[in-house]
């Protein structure tokens, strides 16, 4: 069972790419909920808004945290668990990110900057090469869709580059993976005719 966090954002699309594959999915919106998932998704919407609903009532930037119980739940589950994170659920997963209103889980070894690339109408589509082992037997490229996408400025001792873009200029990574958790700066969910990265998250 795929656990999908639905607090806010792009939850909907990933549920859809997933009972398209036959799998079961359960919409996470408090510990409880996670029970019984043996994965989770932490979708694209707004690394802020999330953080603000996954801590404790009165918490403030700045302040130290504890997080809510849900918070508490996932953090745990990433330390062994398969999670795929996307542009603001990647952010929730990073190791470090340079805003301090947001309070990520630490769990995936890369420094995050939100917004690299710009503003809503800063966004675009850029087909990638997905690596072998994602890619299976179609080399086709990924049209991975980028909004108001971080980007992944370092990465830690362990993580595995699997798609870089370079649409910008610069050679960088987009999709990175460590243990069982995969980071990704786009939105697969809304290229849901090519399941490939899904396929793969529910292999891990
Ligand atoms: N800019 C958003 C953030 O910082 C992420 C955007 C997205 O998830 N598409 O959280």
């Known amino acids: 069972m795929v656990g999908i966090l639905a607090l806010q954002g792009g939850f909907a699309r990933h549920a859809a790419v997933f009972s398209s594959l036959g799998e079961p999915v359960r919409e996470v919106r408090t510990d409880t909920d996670l029970e019984g ?3 989770l998704v932490l979708p694209g919407g707004e690394s802020t808004v999330l953080t ?11 302040a130290p945290a504890q997080g809510s119980t849900l918070y508490r739940a996932i953090a745990d589950f990433a330390r062994t ?14 190791q470090t990110c340079s805003d301090d209103r947001v309070v990520p889980f630490s769990v995936l070894p890369v420094t995050i900057r939100r917004n690299a690339y710009g503003r809503q109408t800063e966004s675009f589509v850029e087909p990638i090469h997905l690596a ?16 108001r996408a971080p980007r992944i400025e370092k990465t830690g001792l362990g993580v595995a580059i699997l798609a870089e873009a370079d649409g910008h200029g610069l050679r960088e990574p987009v999709l990175v993976a460590y243990k069982r958790l995969l980071g990704l ?9 090519d399941t490939r990265i899904h396929r793969f998250f529910l292999d891990l």
């Open 132 to 147: 072998p082992k994602i890619a299976g037997g179609d080399q086709s490229l990924f049209p991975a869709t980028f909004i």
């Open 81 to 94: 668990e398969a999670v795929m994170g996307t542009c603001a659920g990647l952010i929730m997963l990073s």
């Open 52 to 62: 603000r609903l996954l801590m404790e009532s009165g918490w403030e930037p700045g």
């Open 37 to 39: 998932c043996d994965r």
């Open 185 to 193: 700066t786009f939105h697969p969910e809304l290229n849901p005719e």
